[in-house]
């Protein structure tokens, strides 16, 4: 959950601020965030732990745990919506927008991942609701068991369909960072604006 808030903040950042993120080789700095945020929560929840009706996650005495997460959980798909419409935007408005079925297909992935995040998280925040209300019964639990590996393989499934298996980007492999292959378009994207125009250029001309 948190590593597709981050992508989607950088995403965000990286087409609409022109802002060129290093994520480092294979990309091993996303996911130092969503490693360090759950081990520091985990620490004031750990004696919350324990059995929960059908299977090993709260021991039901506080309402901390899902409170946490629920607040998290729309935080993020609020800041996803933000950042998502905003890409949207950027490549609506960008000059580079004649090129209609580049634009068509782009706005079909950020449509897809962004409708795959919902579809995967709105039942676990139902289930959260209710369990802050101990009114959590079993077909949430089915659902939730449903949701959460289902939303992973779909999106596992977009986006090799989307960018293939492997990144045939020749840079890659070198010691260049494959992040910054996109810079330059970024920075068309953030300056984008009318058609080229022609300043007035004063000539002198000497006659012997």
Request: overall charge positive.
């Amino acid at each position: 959950m948190i590593l597709v808030g981050s992508l989607a903040l950088i995403t965000y950042l990286r087409v609409c601020k022109a802002m060129n993120i290093n994520t480092g080789i294979l990309d091993y700095k996303l996911f130092i965030f969503p490693l360090i945020v759950p081990t520091i929560l985990c620490i004031p929840a750990w004696e919350y732990f324990g059995p929960d009706g059908y299977w090993c996650f709260q021991n039901r005495t506080s309402s901390f745990i899902p409170l946490v997460l629920l607040y998290m959980n729309i935080s993020i798909l609020m800041t996803s919506l933000f950042c998502y419409i905003g890409i949207a935007h950027a490549i609506n408005v960008s000059r580079f927008r004649n090129d209609q079925e580049n634009f068509r297909a782009s706005n079909k992935k950020i449509i897809s991942y962004l409708f795959m995040f919902i579809l995967q998280w709105t039942p676990v925040m139902v289930f959260l609701i209710f369990d802050v209300n101990k009114e959590a019964n079993m077909w949430i639990f089915v659902i939730c068991f449903i949701s959460l590996p289902a939303g992973g393989i779909i999106n596992t499934y977009r986006y090799i369909s989307n960018e293939g298996f492997w990144n045939t980007y020749s840079e890659f492999g070198t010691g260049r960072d494959p992040s910054s292959r996109n810079q330059s378009n970024l920075h068309s994207i953030k300056n984008y604006g009318g058609p080229p125009t022609v300043r007035k250029i004063k000539i002198k001309i000497i006659l012997n």
